[in-house]
């Protein structure tokens, strides 16, 4: 397993940006993705990449609006969120997939989480 540590949270007003880091213990090849997860709600998938970085997806919700990019050689990913909307509000999660990656958004698919970090967007 890998330790994920996030970043770059905090409060924003709609419409603004924000972006979060994840970086990873060590060197890997991991299929990477972030998650979020409001009060109330289930853990949702928000975007993934391959480790080659070639293969991406995302959540309908935020196509358009948030861009996920990763740095192997700094062994960290970001999450560029523009366009923010309230109902983006959410901790957001790092995670790592040992496995064959296609993007899955299923958690359990997942084997090593980060902490989360805290997004408010104001209206």
């Known amino acids: 397993q890998v330790t994920l540590v996030e970043s770059g949270g905090g409060l924003e007003q709609a419409g603004g940006s924000l972006r979060l880091t994840c970086v990873a213990s060590?060197?890997?090849?991991?299929?990477m993705a972030w998650f979020r997860q409001a009060p109330g709600r289930e853990r949702e998938f928000v975007a993934g990449i391959s480790w080659t970085g070639v293969n991406i997806y995302y959540v309908d919700s935020v196509k358009g609006r948030f861009t996920i990019s990763r740095d192997n050689a700094k062994n960290k990913i970001y999450l560029q969120m523009n366009s923010l909307k309230v109902g983006d509000t959410a901790v957001y999660y790092c995670?790592?997939?040992?496995?064959?990656?296609?993007?899955?958004?299923?958690?359990?698919?997942?084997?090593?989480w980060g902490q989360g970090t805290q997004v408010t967007v104001s209206s």
């Open positions: 060590r060197r890997n090849s991991y299929g």
């Open positions: 995670a790592a997939s040992r496995g064959y990656y296609r993007g899955s958004n299923k958690p359990d698919d997942y084997d090593s």
